[in-house]
């Protein structure tokens, strides 16, 4: 078992260094980005939080999951281990302003629950599956990002705006 595991991780780590390799190239090339500066950024941290919680044990079963009913995204839908985790991404350049999981306020914590309540309608037994809301903060101050995740950050019916719990 030890081998099929670091075989696993092996092969994460190489895919996530070519998708950097290729990010790169794309940015050398001389066509104008698709997307703005701060969108990029964005992007380029949920393929960070991806792999950092591929290399966490998550298996991340969508990535920016939308419903046609509802306004928004969710970043990241994984399990960790019983736990279906619904995970908000925020990512930032800089540790220089505020912390980057401090964008997740009351109403884009009420955004994502709506989104769970949709998604978990389409599973079997939904009411049988433990839920957790977790938010990863992505900082690239320089190459290689740097990360802090906070597991069950809120609740279902979270309506505190001061900010959800910190622990991991």
């Known amino acids: 078992m ?3 595991s ?11 260094r070519t998708l950097g390799w290729l990010d790169q190239a794309a940015t050398r090339s001389a066509r104008p980005p698709k997307y703005p500066a701060h969108l990029m950024t964005g992007l380029r941290g949920e393929d960070a939080a991806y792999f950092y919680l591929r290399g966490l044990g998550y298996t991340i079963v969508a990535r920016r999951w939308s419903s046609p009913k509802l306004r928004g995204d969710i970043d990241l839908i994984g399990w960790d281990g019983e736990w ?3 995970v908000e991404v925020k990512t930032r ?8 999981e401090a ?7 009420a955004t994502l629950a709506r989104m769970a309540r949709e998604y978990t309608r389409q ?8 839920v957790r809301f977790d938010v990863v903060s992505v900082y690239f ?15 279902w019916d979270d309506s505190s705006p001061s900010g959800f719990r910190t622990h991991e």
């Open 93 to 100: 350049s800089s540790r220089a302003f505020q912390p980057a």
């Open 103 to 109: 964008a997740v306020d009351h109403e884009k914590r």
């Open 2 to 4: 030890q081998t099929i």
């Open 123 to 130: 599973l079997e037994h939904p009411e049988l599956i433990p």
């Open 141 to 155: 101050p320089g190459g290689r990002p740097e990360f802090e995740l906070f597991r069950g950050a809120f609740d």
């Open 6 to 16: 670091h075989l696993g991780h092996a092969r994460l780590s190489i895919f996530e």
């Open 84 to 86: 279906l985790c619904f």
